[in-house]
């Protein structure tokens, strides 16, 4: 089956540096890709990765290793705004090359 | 950047009656689109898949007659929630894809309320 596990919520202070982690299972990987959701709002695409490695996009960095079916989103110099929801989604690299998305893990970002 | 969008952005309606939201992609063409049903403090989970011209793909568990998807140009995709029910409250939410770089652009949302 498919599985894609995060941590259910994470608190941070401002001007911190936190990961968020994603652990997959699924039956074909094509990349992982991370977003961000605020409430009542649409996701909004933050990062992709197909190789192993680090990719980095401003505060944002995503890691993937294909080996280890494990990544992360790291967020440094948090803001208030960055208070969301992020997800990891699975690319697959059969069909349609579907999204599959994560649990989910809510960040509460503090004064 | 690619636009979608969705229309309408709330609706409420009466349960047994039928409701059907749009899907658009504004700039761009979209062969494939997505469709996904989020409920409160939980993931995103995709209903069905569509390509322009033929008929949905729908995921295990997800009822095909009551979930009626209709992807007639390659700028439009419909769901229509049939006999709608308290238990079909939740958030629904498209997307597209581009037939060049594969990426997926998410529509804002759609919040479906069944009293």
């Known amino acids: 089956g498919q599985s894609l596990e995060q941590p259910s919520e994470v608190t941070a202070v401002e001007g911190a540096i936190v990961q968020i982690n994603c652990t997959y299972q699924t039956s074909g990987f094509y990349g992982l890709s991370w977003y961000q959701q605020h409430d009542g709002g649409a996701p909004t695409f933050l990062s992709y990765n197909a190789l192993d490695g680090l990719e980095e996009t401003g505060r944002f960095s995503s890691f993937l290793s294909r080996s280890d079916s494990y990544g992360y989103l790291l967020l440094q110099e948090l803001q208030m705004k960055d208070s969301a929801s992020y997800f990891c989604?699975?690319?697959?690299?059969?069909?349609?090359?579907?999204?599959?998305f994560g649990t989910g893990t809510r960040l509460l970002v503090s004064p | 950047g690619a636009v979608v969008s969705q229309h309408p952005s709330w609706v409420i309606c009466k349960s047994g009656t039928s409701v059907k939201i749009e899907c658009r992609s504004l700039?761009?063409?979209?062969?494939?689109m997505f469709w996904y049903r989020q409920f409160p403090k939980q993931s995103l989970m995709l209903m069905a898949t569509s390509n322009e011209g033929s008929k949905a793909t729908y995921e295990q568990g997800v009822e095909k007659d009551k979930f009626l998807i209709n992807h007639a140009s390659l700028t439009l995709s419909t769901l229509t929630v049939t006999s709608a029910h308290p238990e079909d409250s939740s958030f629904y939410i498209c997307s597209a894809r581009t037939s060049g770089s594969g990426e997926q652009f998410f529509g804002p949302g759609t919040r479906l309320t069944v009293l």
């Open positions: 700039d761009f063409q979209a062969t494939t």
């Open positions: 989604a699975v690319k697959e690299n059969t069909g349609f090359q579907k999204l599959v």
